[in-house]
């Protein structure tokens, strides 16, 4: 409860000062977004993880991005995000216990805005539009076995939003360290599982620019 609490205070601190800045630099910030957008596109492509809740219990989300960078200061793509390894309980089947373990997979169209970009500093709002699907695995959960094997149970389609903010710092030219907040709004729940997804969600970041490197080989 106490890391659900901090991660909602830091978010909604952040967009609360974010907002208030906002208000009084519309054109400086309509300005900037244009500015990067004249900037010539460059690819990108990006591997992480996610820590998140489904009823109180932690679990991972990992995902893989990819889109075009303008500027470094604005990343538009898409992702394919998944737990792996989710929540396991027992469920009462008319009697019979069933061990169940449950499974979330989605697409995300993404935008990233760097509003802070200064030296080895860098803060971003990130936040993304997921469509996909949940689900539960019956029977084991020890990693055993083949999981498509598995009978799957109360598949339904999901609609989720996820807002935040993260701020990153520059150790070396091609290594970055940072740290994220954000929350996880279910706009469409599978209503066939009784269980919570919408949550605070938190990250830490190792970011190795293979972009940069690239750009430096090959200049």
Request: a positive charge.
């Amino acid at each position: 409860m106490k890391v659900r609490t901090l991660c909602l205070s830091l978010l909604f601190l952040a967009y609360g000062g974010i907002g208030a800045v906002a208000q009084d630099e519309l054109p400086e910030l309509t300005d900037s977004l244009a500015v990067a957008f004249e900037q010539e596109p460059k690819l990108f492509g990006r591997f992480g993880s996610t820590n998140a809740f489904i009823t109180g219990r932690p679990v991972r989300t990992y995902g893989i991005k990819g889109g075009v960078s303008f500027g470094e200061r604005v990343n538009v793509g898409i992702g394919y995000h998944w737990l792996k390894h989710g929540d396991t309980y027992i469920f009462d089947n008319d009697g019979v216990e069933e061990i169940r373990e449950l499974r979330l997979s989605y697409i995300a169209p993404f935008f990233e805005y760097a509003f802070i970009h200064k030296r080895k500093w860098e803060v971003t709002i990130p936040f993304q539009l997921g469509l996909g699907r949940s689900y539960e695995l019956l029977g084991d959960t020890n990693g055993n076995g083949d999981a498509s094997a598995r009978a799957k149970r109360n598949a339904s389609t999901v609609i989720l939003y996820e807002p935040g903010m993260a701020i990153e710092y520059r150790l070396l030219k091609y290594f970055g360290v940072g740290a994220g907040v954000g929350f996880r709004f279910m706009l469409k729940n599978n209503r066939n599982i009784d269980q919570q997804f919408t949550a605070p969600t938190w990250e830490l970041r190792f970011r190795i620019r293979f972009g940069q490197i690239y750009r430096d080989i090959i200049e």
